[in-house]
């Protein structure tokens, strides 16, 4: 495809998108612009209704005015004396304009007075609404259905004196001929279930119905009989405020329509127009402008050819194709040059192919005799014209490269075999390095972690304690932490976190810290649990987590307050080597809930008993047939150890565990905390 085609079918292709780029905010624009006619159609066509109404309704509302505040009226109905009242209304209705039907209305809706009097039954308006809506002395004028069919143009007025209401209805079809006249089209009126009021206009009546504006709020416009019909509707108010009807008028727009459809045909055809002379002129433009690249591209076929002398007579332009026409020419040359230099190089070649001839021949006499005469015979085929020129020396380059890659091979597999041998070596020694500094490392944390843990206890007449622990690893996931609180209370916790080695200490420095700190500002066991659990909970990305048991002893009373964080339960053990368990509803491990709470569990240390606080490690030791230590065999080591100090205590229980693994590697950390109880209480040695 030619590129003016391309190019024509591209501004074919963007012409649409424009037109409905500039066709589409324009009927958005139309629909906006009919939108707002509607409304000030509907606006004036309301504001007419309303003059014509109250035009109508004047003298009405004079003769209304005139008999409700006529005292001799007023009198003759106090007295109840009704035909006096209806000669009386007689006198008033002469001179006055057409009234239809009068009546004198009392609050509760029954017809005191009524002319013609066979309507004296039941009241045309609702008088409780008018006398709620107007003052005494006022009233308002509108349109009432009536029970018989048809419409009254009604005035309510609302007396000075007395709970009356006086109301007159005149016809309301000649004002509503008037309302049509005044807005140039025929008017219609029906009640709000949209039942026509009036017996007229039966056709109008269809072409409401065909056109679904019986319901409609704003105007409707319809073709009828090859004319544009527009149907404005309309709300009426009774006397009492409230619509009672809706006005529809139906008018000819035909010429505006007329006006409007032509305005929109000559835009259409200005548009088409416009395009087909821009598309006319753009191909005109496109072929004068790319003819030249059709001489080009001519002479370009012709140099690829080998015409290293096809030219185009392209006038001097300063577009893209006087730059191609310049870059043609600057090709040709190019290639007339090239042409000179291939005929310089040719000659050269052949020089260069007898010097590097004869320096190959020298070169051969450093190899073996069988490779020297293999060289050797590929340049005399050379030489005597049997080879082609430089492809005789590749092949005697060739034999001369293979024999120098062969020793090279041998050499290069040398080496990288001794090479290879160093880097073993060498990867070894890093390792090593790197396994000793970790290895140092992790001694140095196994130290400062064993260091932070207490190993001086507090000293009292009133209670002697020893606590150690063992890690499985270079620094275990236990701890235990025992501290003096200014109340003179002891605090004593054991703690044991989830998993091994170095994640699990950090952890459970955390935990230990996070404790301590509870503690040192007064916090009970399970206030400090609290506090400790939710600052874990709250930022705990790794999900690991920490059993503890912390207790408060008063060393007066040996009175023991203490809680339970899904730990070990602790046991204690009397002299007479009888022991018990501090059991309770146990809370859960801490860092996996937050807002957990805790419950504190009290008990009470006699003297000679002896609280044993330990970790899993002890009841969960294993050895090589898979048994573990369990609670029984710990239970039988503190009777066998009853009556011991804490630090035997603590001793001989390690010492009955490791019997029992028989040299199997300690699977976890180790961890025991002994108080014997004493319950004399003198000085306090300090902590």
């Known amino acids: ?292 690249l059709t001489d080009l591209a001519g002479v370009l076929r012709a140099i690829a050819g080998g015409d290293r002398l096809a030219s185009a007579s392209v006038d001097e332009r300063d577009d893209e194709i006087g730059q191609i026409a310049r870059a043609l020419g600057v090709l040709r040359s190019s290639g007339l040059a090239l ?5 310089r190089d040719r000659l050269a070649r052949r020089r260069h192919l007898a010097l590097i001839g004869g320096e190959l021949t020298r070169l051969a006499e450093v190899f073996e005799a069988s490779e020297r005469a293999a060289v050797t015979a590929v340049l005399r085929r050379l030489e005597q014209g049997e080879g082609q020129g430089g492809a005789g020396l590749a092949e005697a380059f060739q034999s001369m490269v293979e024999s120098v890659l062969n020793r090279h091979t041998k050499l290069e597999a040398l080496l990288t075999e001794r090479t290879r041998d160093l880097d073993t070596v060498r990867q070894a020694l890093d390792q090593r390095v790197l396994l000793e500094r970790m290895v140092q490392e992790l001694q140095v944390a196994r130290r400062l972690q064993l260091e932070s843990l207490p190993s001086v206890f507090p000293v009292s007449s009133s209670f002697e304690m020893h606590a150690a622990m063992w890690p499985a690893k270079e620094v275990g996931g236990d701890f235990y932490d025992v501290m003096r609180l200014p109340d003179g209370g002891l605090a004593v916790m054991v703690g044991d976190a989830s998993g091994k080695g170095v994640a699990a200490a950090i952890f459970v420095a955390m935990t230990r810290s996070l404790l301590r700190a509870a503690m040192s500002r007064g916090a009970s066991p399970a206030e400090a649990l609290f506090q400790a659990n939710s600052a874990l909970a709250a930022d705990n990305p790794t999900m690991m987590f920490a059993t503890a048991f912390v207790a408060i002893l008063d060393p007066e009373s040996g009175h023991l307050r203490y809680a339970n964080a899904g730990h070990n339960p602790p046991r204690v053990v009397g002299a007479s080597a009888c022991q018990r368990a501090l059991g309770g509803a146990d809370g859960i491990a801490l860092g996996v809930v937050e807002d957990f709470i805790f419950d504190d569990r009290e008990t009470r ?14 009841t969960e030791a294993d050895r090589a047939d898979g048994s573990l230590f369990g609670d029984d065999r710990l239970t039988a080591a503190l009777i066998a150890a009853a009556g011991s100090d804490p630090a035997q205590l603590v001793g001989h229980i390690a010492a009955v565990v490791n019997d029992f693994a028989e040299g199997c590697p300690q699977a976890d950390d180790i961890t025991l905390l002994c108080l014997a109880y004493a319950g004399e209480v003198v000085a306090v040695a300090g902590d």
């Open 1 to 292: 495809m030619l590129l003016r085609t391309r190019i024509i079918a591209l501004a074919a292709a963007i012409v649409p998108i424009v037109a409905a780029a500039v066709a589409v905010p324009a009927w958005l624009l139309l629909q906006e612009r009919d939108g707002r006619v509607g409304e000030l159609t509907v606006a004036r066509q309301v504001a007419v209704v309303s003059r014509e109404m109250l035009r109508a309704a004047r003298p009405l509302t004079e003769a209304v005015e005139r008999i409700a505040t006529d005292a001799a009226l007023a009198q003759e109905l106090e007295r109840g004396d009704i035909p006096a009242a209806r000669a009386r209304l007689e006198v008033l209705r002469e001179g006055a304009a057409p009234i239809e039907r009068i009546e004198v209305i009392a609050r509760g809706g029954r017809v005191l007075l009524a002319q013609p009097a066979e309507h004296a039954v039941e009241g045309m308006i609702d008088t409780a609404a008018v006398l709620r809506e107007y003052q005494p002395g006022t009233g308002d004028s509108g349109i009432e259905p009536i029970p018989d069919g048809g419409g009254l143009h009604l005035v309510a007025f609302a007396r000075g004196q007395g709970p009356q209401v006086v109301a007159a209805g005149a016809a309301f079809a000649p004002t509503l001929e008037v309302i049509g006249a005044a807005l140039g089209g025929q008017a219609l009126v029906a009640d709000l279930a949209g039942r026509p009021l009036l017996p007229q206009g039966a056709s109008a009546w269809h072409s409401i119905e065909a056109a679904g504006a019986r319901d409609a709020a704003m105007p409707v416009s319809f073709r009828h009989d090859g004319r544009w019909m527009q149907i404005v509707p309309t709300m009426l108010m009774g006397s009492s405020g409230v619509p009672v009807a809706r006005l529809f008028v139906l008018q000819d727009v035909s010429q505006s329509a007329q006006r409007y459809e032509v305005v929109l045909l000559v835009a259409g055809l200005v548009l088409v127009v416009v395009i087909l002379t821009a598309g006319i002129l753009l191909y005109r433009m496109l072929r004068a402008a790319l003819e030249p």
């Open 339 to 343: 042409d000179r230099m291939e005929t």
């Open 605 to 618: 240390l006699t003297p000679g008993e002896t609280l044993v606080l330990f970790t899993d490690g002890v």
